[in-house]
T-cell receptor
């Protein structure tokens, strides 16, 4: 069972470059999330999607955009990368009426 | 807004020692509470959960009790193993339809043989 799959696993960008982080889940979950993990700060919610066709801002949305392409896929886009966006990014999904969120393996992004 | 505070690490223990990682929360409603674990190089996975006051979540020898009166959800294990070395995150869900999770900062546990 694949669960939540993120690509790529590692990425180095130059300041100002753009890129899209991909996420797909095969559990038929309605809700999907993007978090960033930084030392000493835990995981902070960037954006979430409660259902196909809807997206909402989380705690730290500035500098990011998202697309809920269909029920399976939820992508995160950095239009103009900045060193402050160096982080580990996690995608997660959950059932609307469930309690457990399932996480991908993470994308380690470095912006130089 | 809702928030989670957990003890800072790292916590270093010898094998078979008793573990406690403190977690307190602030919430306006009646959240569900969780402990997630992150092993090196991996994503987070659910360790245990409790959905209402006085519930006890348990898994793999770990336990935590939802204490509404003290707004706490402390993680305990009677005898840790080297394989328990990981980062532990306390989290709450606001209980809305989106099931958004709010995380604490994480506590690194290192168990020495």
């Amino acid at each position: 069972n694949a669960g939540v799959t993120q690509t790529p696993k590692f990425q180095v960008l130059k300041t100002g470059q753009s890129m899209t982080l991909q996420c797909a889940q095969d559990m038929n979950h309605n809700s999907m999330y993007w978090y960033r993990q930084d030392p000493g700060m835990g995981l902070r919610l960037i954006y979430y999607s409660a259902s196909e066709g809807t997206t909402d801002k989380g705690e730290v949305p500035n500098g990011y955009n998202v697309s809920r392409l269909n029920k399976r896929e939820f992508s995160l886009r950095l239009e103009s990368a900045a060193p402050s966006q160096t982080s580990v990014y996690f995608c997660a999904s959950s059932d609307t009426n469930g309690y457990e969120a399932f996480f991908g393996q993470g994308t380690r992004l470095t912006v130089v | 807004g809702d928030s989670v505070t957990q003890m800072e690490g790292p916590v270093t223990l010898s094998e078979e020692a008793f573990l406690t990682i403190n977690c307190t929360y602030t919430a306006t409603g009646y959240p569900s509470l969780f402990w997630y674990v992150q092993y090196p190089g991996e994503g987070l996975q659910l360790l245990l959960k409790a959905t209402k006051a006085d519930d006890k979540g348990s898994n793999k020898g770990f336990e935590a009790t939802y204490r509404k009166e003290t707004t706490s959800f402390h993680l305990e294990k009677g005898s840790v193993q080297v394989s328990d070395s990981a980062v532990y995150f306390c989290a709450l869900s606001e209980g809305s339809a989106t099931n958004k999770l709010i995380f604490g900062t994480g506590t690194l546990l290192a168990v020495q043989p």
